[in-house]
T-cell receptor, first 113, second 115 residues
């Protein structure tokens, strides 16, 4: 158990809908990361937050957004969902903003029908 | 371009046999290197990491990896594989520049273990 929690574990929704994925980092970790794992793209970095502020952006679509709250939990919002958004979404956390190992949560499996 | 290559998509070994999973990276300097393991339906668990110093690093579950700068490689090894090692293994690196912490992953190697 990494100490990173993600909810929900599974999510099934329809095209065009909007969903919110939630992540709680390890106790004391200030940095949260979101990754997408799909069969065709592999594991891809989406976005990083550090102590409430966006730190780095990766291959995140404009339909996706994230935020980190004062209690350090983070939410990833996915809107106007398409079939291709079906994937496993991982959250990870680390103590610092950089040069740090990351600890991963169990993931949320999103299925868009 | 920054990238990680894991040349073997699938590997099958017999229980008790030795294992080596290959990883090559492309980066202009020495990155921070990691191996993660993903069991079916599970998240990613950190096996080991290399930041600096001794190029042979020990990890959990009896795994070790060796960093070879001249070959831009960070291969994972285990002397005797157990059936519970069947999983997918990801090599990743962190480019320590720009003040952020993006992990770049390889495509993964799926390991099957025969009894």
């Amino acid at each position: 158990d990494s100490g990173v929690t993600q909810t929900p574990k599974h999510l099934i929704t329809a095209t065009g809908q909007r969903v919110t994925l939630r992540c709680s980092p390890r106790s004391g970790d200030l940095s949260v990361y979101w990754y997408q794992q799909s069969l065709d793209q592999g594991l891809q970095f989406l976005i990083q937050y550090y102590n409430g502020e966006e730190r780095a952006k990766g291959n995140i679509l404009e339909r996706f957004s994230a935020q980190q709250f004062p209690d350090l939990h983070s939410e990833l919002n996915l809107s106007s969902l398409e079939l291709g958004d079906s994937a496993l979404y991982f959250c990870a956390s680390s103590a610092l903003a950089s040069y740090n190992e990351q600890f991963f949560g169990p993931g949320t499996r999103l299925t868009v029908l | 371009a920054q990238s990680v290559t894991q040349p073997d998509i699938h590997i099958t070994v017999s229980e008790g046999a030795s294992l080596e999973l290959r990883c090559n990276y492309s980066y202009g300097a020495t990155p921070y290197l990691f191996w993660y393991v993903q069991s079916p339906g599970q998240g990613l668990q950190l096996l080991l990491k290399y930041f600096s110093g001794d190029t042979l690093v020990q990890g959990i579950k009896g795994f070790e990896a060796e960093f070879k700068r001249s070959q831009s490689s960070f291969n994972l090894r285990k002397p005797s594989v157990h059936w519970s090692d069947a999983a997918e293994y990801f090599c990743a690196f962190l480019a320590p520049s720009g003040g952020y912490n993006k992990l770049i992953f390889g495509a993964g190697t799926r390991l099957a273990v025969h009894p």
